[in-house]
């Protein structure tokens, strides 16, 4: 989680609580502090015991989301603000076990080191990866792109495994991952984030779509953890009218306070379905909750994470900080998105209705006079549950058969187009290749599946020949939630209903 950034120097002496107990307590301590120092086995390093022990311990008794952060911790937040990081430049696709390239961007380390789509890294910093769960993978690629790394590459076609050295480099991490047309005048753009450059990132992929004829949109705030709040009010005032309240900030200094639409604010007007999901959190939630209670957005797919609270960062002497929960957001009708932290958290950072959140589901009316609830994230105006495997299609995908059946096709097919489409021969031959690996459907199986599994190969082939992008393409036309979003867009505008 990104955290919105408020600097400030802590004031030394601290101020007094309550002066006899603050100065019992310190004493309690460094009777125990002394105690530990005298007459512990080892010798102990103060600045662990302060760093690692004693303030991160006071830390966690506030709420989920306060730390104390120390120089190194600080500096990595830090570098979360910016709008690039440290990496090598490649998509690759994880299972357990296995972690095989899927792309290489341009110029990046991953290229420049001569690795390409269909390798499969085997070693990385002499750690084979053959028995590491998808976490393990997941943490072990994050570690290694923060130095040089030492990889053993399994090339296709190649009897032994290729070293290479990969030395990681500042990669752009823009906002907007994916700009296209799902259908004629209907676009899709996904916001992966909230950064410094997002605001301008979206407005210019809206420009593009709005020149080739988009009319309606459907943007997917899936798995988008937040980031920057103020890239997120941009975002919501470039489809709010001006004056309408973006949200509210309240705490226990002061009465609430309402950031709203810029008075010379031009908004869009065509038609938006947003597509949230538990993985959805902070900025991106109150981006949602702005839209729906101001009735200018369907939202679809399943409730969000419920993370509104108001981070700041305080940074203290020695390059250390706290990150510390100083109040809370409301959406435009005055709910919060916050889950429910319990009586203590809520009594820590004094927020006088919030034992009765944690208890009561309270009920707010959008602008048209809607009920939304309030207290757990942002329930959307229409459930839709991510798509779910049958037991056929979870044996194929933990098995790569797609990946490697495309790997297979583009060896003997070369000039792969975007009009390339799968072919009932296609199929057989898929089906085939199956039998050989002795995964064998029945009728029925295959009969039901099929749609799914032209897909999938059709993904896996543009994946390789043409670029991720254009492999997600295919996913997310097929995607129900998108289908739903599609739906609901083509009501507003009057059109016929899709199937």
Partial sequence: MRFLFVLALLPWPLPALDGDSLEENLRRFLDVYNVVEAHYADTIDPEEVFYQGVL???MQTLDPHSAFLDPEQYESLREMQRSTEKGFGSVVSLLPGRVIVLQTLPDSPSARSGLSPGDEIMVINRYPLSRLSIDQLIQLLGQSRQ???QL????PGFA????????PAEMADPSVSHVFFLEPGLAYIKLVNFEQTTA?????????LQADGMNGLVLDLR???GGIVESAIM?????????QDILWVEGREGPPQDVQVPENSQPYDFPVSVLVDDRTASAAELLAGALQDHDRASILGTTSFGKGLVQSVFQLSGGAAVALTTARYLTPSGRSIQRPLGDHACEMYALADCKEESTTVQEFRTDSGRIVTGGGGVNPDQAVPPRGYTHFEAVMESSNSFFEFAQEYLRNHSGIGEDFEVSPELLDEFHTFLDKRRIQPSLSEWSSTVGFIHNRIKQEI??????VEKGDEVSTRRDPVVRAALRTLAEQLQGPARP
Avoid at 152 to 155: A, G, L, Q, T
Avoid at 462 to 467: E, P, R
């Fill in 56 to 58: 991160p311990g006071m």
């Fill in 147 to 149: 130095q040089r790394a």
């Fill in 152 to 155: 053993m590459v399994k090339r």
């Fill in 160 to 167: 032994r495994l290729i070293p290479m050295e990969l030395v």
């Fill in 200 to 208: 301008s990132e979206f407005r210019a992929a809206i420009e593009r």
């Fill in 223 to 225: 798995q988008n953890p």
């Fill in 235 to 243: 975002v919501a005032s470039f489809f709010l009218q001006p004056g």
């Fill in 462 to 467: 543009f994946n390789l020949a043409i670029g």
